[in-house]
């Protein structure tokens, strides 16, 4: 079985820092691509940062490129992402997500899914 566990949400200030962390079990994340996936409120879900280990990629979406970091520990099968310069539009929920076949965009639907950790910003 196949699973997601994100932690390390939590309420910040703007300009604050989490570090937030995806632990997978079931799948290798050397073989699988991970992404992190928000959904902010009022918006539709949406991708914005993916590692690819298999291949050693990285992407990232425009809104959090220069303040986010995805990273992986392949030995705790565990893809974190350390969001620095935090604001308020950054508030919502956070899943991270995997997929054999790769990072494919924004608007992807992963295969698997973690359950989501909130994230809030205040001003």
């Known amino acids: 079985e196949v699973q997601l566990m994100e932690s390390g949400g939590g309420m910040v200030q703007t300009g604050g820092s989490l570090r937030l962390s995806c632990l997978v079990s079931?799948?290798?994340?050397?073989?699988?691509?991970v992404g992190w996936v928000r959904q902010v409120p009022g918006k539709e879900r949406e991708g914005f940062a993916c590692?690819?280990?298999?291949?050693?990629?990285?992407y990232y979406e425009a809104p959090v490129r220069g303040r986010f970091t995805i990273s992986s520990d392949s030995a705790n099968n565990t893809v974190y992402l350390q969001m620095n310069n935090l604001k308020p539009e950054d508030t919502g929920v956070y899943y991270c997500?995997?997929?054999?076949?790769?990072?494919?965009?924004?608007?992807?639907?992963?295969?698997?899914w973690g359950q989501g950790t909130q994230v809030a910003v205040s001003s």
């Open positions: 997500a995997a997929d054999e076949s790769g990072c494919w965009g924004p608007h992807y639907e992963y295969d698997y």
């Open positions: 079931g799948v290798s994340i050397d073989e699988y691509a």
């Open positions: 590692i690819e280990n298999r291949d050693g990629n990285i």
